[in-house]
């Protein structure tokens, strides 16, 4: 489980866009949208990561609003430094995503 704090402008974005998911009746959690999980998976950047970024993409099956990961993890890339983030996404986009 991560938690966000809101103490970045994307977290803070993250959880406005976030809603609730009933997983047992009368039981529900707020999580966050698949862009915006596909968004700190690929900014973490760890192994299980890019796993899970991968079966995201393939869950959602063409679904994923590109527009708003590009946008959002674009700025979050720069601050990490120099990285393969933005190449690794991209070629996963390709691969798996329809």
Do not use: N
Not at 10 to 25: G, M, Q, T, V, W
């Amino acid at each position: 489980m991560d938690v966000a704090l809101g103490a970045l402008p994307f977290e803070e974005l993250a959880i406005r866009r976030s809603s609730l998911f009933e997983y047992l009746p009368g039981i529900a959690l707020r999580t966050c949208s698949a862009e915006d999980l596909v968004v700190m998976k690929a900014f973490a950047g760890r192994g299980q990561d890019w796993v899970d970024v991968q079966r995201i993409i393939v869950r959602q099956s063409g679904g994923l609003d590109w527009a708003h990961v590009w946008q959002q993890l674009q700025p979050l890339a720069e601050l990490k430094g120099p990285s393969e983030t933005l190449t690794r996404l991209e070629r996963l986009r390709r691969e798996f995503g329809g």
